[in-house]
């Protein structure tokens, strides 16, 4: 099993940065993609961006591309999303997920997940 807490959420006006971070439990955290996804009030929840177990490809949501930057350090058990230029309709309940299934990028594919953290970006 692999347990999973984010941090890194906060408030934080229009175009300036957050760094969130994803720690895992469990030696098999370098066996999952892990993805990171995102649910606004009245929203599904959809995947913003994964990132495979060894490192390469990534994936990210069209409108995420060329602002956010998923990456994996696998040593210490641990994911990051580096979110640059936020917008306001960035602002959203942040969760990281595991799956064992390659290239998933349906919520319902990953078996564990954070309790998410909260991301609010002023205008």
């Known amino acids: 099993q692999v347990q999973l807490v984010e941090s890194g959420g906060g408030l934080v006006q229009a175009g300036g940065s957050l760094r969130l971070s994803c720690a895992a439990s469990g030696r098999t955290f370098s066996w999952y993609r892990m993805g990171w996804f995102r649910q606004a009030p009245g929203k599904e929840r959809e995947l913003v961006a994964a990132?495979?177990?060894?490192?390469?490809?990534?994936y990210y949501a069209d409108s995420v591309k060329g602002r956010f930057t998923i990456s994996r350090d696998n040593a210490k058990l641990t994911v990051y999303l580096q979110m640059n230029s936020l917008k306001p309709e960035d602002t959203a309940v942040y969760y990281c997920?595991?799956?064992?299934?390659?290239?998933?990028?349906?919520?319902?594919?990953?078996?564990?997940w954070g309790q998410g953290t909260q991301v609010t970006v002023s205008s």
């Open positions: 997920a595991a799956t064992p299934r390659i290239g998933s990028s349906v919520a319902t594919e990953y078996e564990y």
């Open positions: 990132i495979s177990s060894g490192g390469k490809p990534t």
